[in-house]
């Protein structure tokens, strides 16, 4: 029997909601399986725990972190109370860049019981892979001088090694999937980074003679996620590219609350921090009504990244059972709450392991 330590931060808003109910079904999968087991501690930080000290965490919190084996995380933000460059700065990007959280992997895949806002969606099954440590989310720069004489210079940082490292990680993928990979570049407007994004693409895939590879513009590639988001598989992209086309990604599967994210530390010498892609939702939180699919598929790819993708896999199934049932939230447009979809997929994991 192996005990996983997990760090949990429920956060703010309905991640307060969502994260225990992801508990319990990973709790409920575990004990079926009886070969793995949860130690969750559950860490009260995020914007109420701003309020009373002034600061998101402790100040010694990276350190608590690196005792755990992994992080699962709810979702921070309190528009009303804290600005967000604080909740977010103090908490989320300090997690991901101290930790060395260096990839972002969201996956849009179109579940069984869904509806897409497209008319026409096929099939599709897609893995961004986003490089989440650089790139246009640096804080290198400025603003200077004021009124009509005022500057601002945000610099973009792309470093062989960064960059490598998410063109490899999703050839790795690729390669366990079904072997095409797309990176996605803008080389005709950006003139130095994205010739040198597309340089590092043609020698990394020059060890990967299998896969099948291209390169597509950003604004043509956000046009193809609409009108057929199946011809993709893995893509890798930017840190600002690939958050904007898993926003995208998120809406073609049907709602924002669905879509799961794990933010990885590849050489594992840190724990990796595992959160769905929605945010603290203020005008639902405390409803009872907020959608757990995203939190609890992100709990999938927790499993997945801990070795056990049969159980994943198992859960994914659990997840599409509820929806092909129609036990949908609201912004599914349906009547359940996060309770009853929670208690339908344990239902079905019950019966089905
Ligand atoms: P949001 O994702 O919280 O909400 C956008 C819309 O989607 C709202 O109408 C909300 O009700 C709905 N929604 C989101 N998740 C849902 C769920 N699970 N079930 C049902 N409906 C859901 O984004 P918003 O409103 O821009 O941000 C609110 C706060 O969350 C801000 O403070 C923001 O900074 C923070 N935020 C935090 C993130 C994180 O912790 N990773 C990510 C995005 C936003
Ligand atoms: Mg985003």
């Known amino acids: ?22 508990m319990r079904v990973l709790d409920t999968l575990a004990e079926l399986d009886g070969n793995l087991k949860f130690e969750w ?82 099939e599709f099954d897609i893995m961004v892979v986003r490089e989440n440590s ?18 601002a210079i945000q610099n973009a940082i792309f470093t062989r090694k960064g960059t490598e490292r998410a063109m490899r990680y999703a050839c790795d993928l690729s390669n366990q999937r079904s072997k095409k990979v797309t990176s996605a570049t803008k080389s005709n407007g950006l003139s130095h980074s994205m010739p040198f994004w597309d340089d590092v693409f043609h020698d990394v895939v020059a060890d990967y003679p299998s896969l ?4 597509v513009h950003i604004d043509a590639m956000a046009a193809y996620m609409i009108m057929k988001p199946s011809e993709f598989d893995v893509i890798v992209a930017s840190n600002l590219f690939g958050d904007i086309l898993t926003d995208i990604g998120g809406a073609i ?23 769905p892609v929605h945010g603290s939702a203020p005008d639902i939180a405390g409803l009872g009504v907020a959608n757990p699919l995203g939190q609890i598929w992100t709990g999938k790819l927790m499993l997945d990244y801990l070795g056990y993708a049969r159980l994943g896999d198992h859960l994914l199934e659990a997840i599409e059972y509820s929806l092909v049932q129609g036990i949908k939230t609201r912004d599914l447009k349906g009547q359940a709450t996060t309770k009853e979809v929670t208690h339908t997929i344990i239902q079905y994991l019950k019966t089905k392991l």
């Open 1 to 22: 029997m192996k005990t996983y330590k997990i760090a949990t931060i429920p956060g703010d808003g309905i991640g307060k909601e969502v994260v225990p109910e992801a």
């Open 41 to 122: 501690e559950i860490l009260p930080w995020g914007c109420d725990y701003y309020l009373e000290n002034g600061e998101m965490m402790p100040e010694n919190g990276l350190e608590i972190l690196k005792n755990f084996d992994q992080i699962f995380l709810g979702s921070v933000g309190m528009p009303e109370l804290v600005p967000d460059h604080i909740s977010l700065w103090g908490l989320l990007i300090k997690i991901r860049r101290g930790l060395k959280q260096t990839i972002n992997i969201r996956p849009a895949k179109l579940l069984k019981g869904l509806d897409s806002p497209l008319k026409n969606p096929g």
């Open 134 to 151: 650089e790139g246009e989310y640096s804080d290198s720069g400025g603003r200077i001088h004021s009124d009509a004489d005022e500057i």
């Open 212 to 215: 099948d590879q291209n390169s």
């Open 253 to 275: 599967m049907g709602s924002i609350g669905i879509a799961p994210a794990a933010n990885l530390n590849v050489s594992n010498e840190f724990p990796s921090m595992f959160e």
